[in-house]
């Protein structure tokens, strides 16, 4: 009995002592309590020049493309060569029109034998016509000088007749005289007119010959150079009857591109496409993001890792199909792009030289409110609640609640809390900021 007494006097000491343990924590004020210090790693914020970008995928093309097709079916009897002889081939460079040749190179050529034997018929029938209309000219101003003179001596006999000194019939016969002159020349005018409307006739002919002919034949529209070539020397050639957009390329003759300058068609949000503008700065890169790294946060890029070009058209209609705003990015021809390339495009839309801009991950959120904690003369952090708007995927401009020269919080912030004291690691101004905060031990 008395060893179960001192067994609960035993235990209720050691209660009261816990107790009592326990109620100095919460009386005692927190700075007197000795702390352990969170090792953090902070960053200075510096003024820096913030790019404001719109970041959209799509296809370069070629603004100018000629799908060459003949007009009726027949069998190729040319294909156009180059300067060594040679055919032309997927790859070739061909020149178009200039300011001394009407057409530009001759591409390649159905059977026109038939439509040429046609037009030398033609040609020997507008010979036979011009010389009959010389001939018929040459009758008709010999029937206006009889005419003339005939009226002249109708003129001269009148006179004299009516001074008595000729008879009536001498009269009448110079009458008639001059109504044949008259009859001979509306003869005469009439197998001109009829000898300038077979020439008409024959020339009208020759022109849709002439049209045919070309049509025959395929030039190059403007200098380029050929993507496809669909027809073979000696083979017959069939003209499609319907096809679509998708299926030119396949269907056409020859292909020709003018490879000086590419559009790449983008499809952009509204809200977005509200901030772009006809002329901005546009900077396509030639391949995807995850085969060359790049982000927007490495701006600048190396040269070679982009091309330049500017914003231009944008579409004030939005897509019913994709909820979104038509952009129109063109450049000339550059190093590497090539028609059909899919690309990456980053738009300028702003440029702010002074900002103060932060990676999103130095961010903590509290009921979706964005917040960092700031080293403060004491070695203790503050908590500042931030006023921010987001640029791209992974950058954030503040737009308060931080300024210039602050240090900020960047590795170990969610062991914090305001007020915390904290023991500096390293900083990123002096060294690389590690991925991982290194283990220190205090005493």
């Not at 816990?18 to 109620?23: A, K, P, S």
């Not at 702010?352 to 003369?377: H, T, W």
């Amino acid at each position: 009995m008395n060893k179960i007494l001192w067994l609960s006097a035993a235990t209720l000491l050691l209660l009261l002592f816990l107790t009592g343990y326990r109620l100095r924590e919460f009386l005692v004020k927190p700075d007197v309590l000795k702390l352990t210090p969170k090792i953090v790693v902070v960053k200075k914020v510096k003024p820096e020049v913030l790019h404001t970008w719109v970041v959209a995928e799509g296809i370069a093309e070629a603004v100018h493309k000629a799908y060459l097709m003949f007009d009726r079916p027949d069998v190729v009897d040319y294909i156009g060569k180059m300067e060594d002889g040679s055919s032309i081939r997927e790859g070739s460079r061909v020149f178009g029109p200039n300011d001394h040749l009407n057409k530009g190179q001759l591409l390649a050529q159905i059977d026109s034998r038939e439509c040429s034997s046609h037009i030398e018929v033609l040609e020997a029938q507008l010979g036979s016509a011009m010389a009959l209309k010389m001939e018929a000219e040459a009758r008709q101003t010999s029937k206006k000088n009889l005419l003339y003179q005939a009226k002249m001596d109708f003129q001269r006999i009148q006179q004299i007749h009516k001074k008595g000194s000729l008879s009536q019939d001498k009269l009448e016969h110079a009458e008639l005289s001059m109504k044949n002159a008259e009859l001979d020349l509306q003869t005469a005018d009439n197998r001109l007119s009829a000898a300038s409307y077979e020439i008409q006739k024959i020339e009208a002919s020759l022109n849709q010959l002439t049209v045919k002919l070309d049509k025959n034949s395929l030039f190059a529209p403007f200098d380029g150079v050929i993507t496809a070539v669909n027809i073979r020397e000696g083979n017959y050639y069939y003209p499609p009857s319907r096809i679509n957009n998708d299926e030119q390329e396949l269907a056409s003759a020859i292909v020709l591109m003018d490879d000086s300058l590419y559009e790449i068609q983008l499809e952009i949000p509204d809200d977005q496409a509200s901030n772009i503008k006809e002329g901005q700065a546009a900077y396509v890169v030639q391949n995807t993001w995850s085969k060359q790294g790049l982000s927007v946060q490495q701006w600048p890029f190396r040269e070679d890792d982009y091309s330049t070009g500017t914003v231009w058209s944008v579409s004030p209609s939005i897509s019913m199909q994709k909820h979104s705003r038509r952009v129109v990015v063109r450049l000339q021809q550059s190093t590497g792009l090539r028609n059909g390339m899919p690309v990456h495009v980053m738009i300028e839309t702003e440029i702010k030289p002074n900002a103060i801009k932060l990676p999103i991950e130095y961010l903590s959120f509290r009921e979706g409110a964005p917040f960092v904690y700031v080293l403060n003369k004491s070695s203790r952090v503050d908590l500042r609640w931030l006023k921010i708007k987001v640029h791209g995927l992974d950058e954030i401009e503040v737009l308060g609640g931080l300024t210039a020269g602050e240090q900020v919080v960047i590795r170990g912030q969610h062991r914090l809390k305001s007020g915390s004291k904290v023991i500096i690691a390293e900083t990123p101004d002096e060294q690389s900021a590690s991925e991982s905060v290194p283990e220190y031990t205090t005493k």
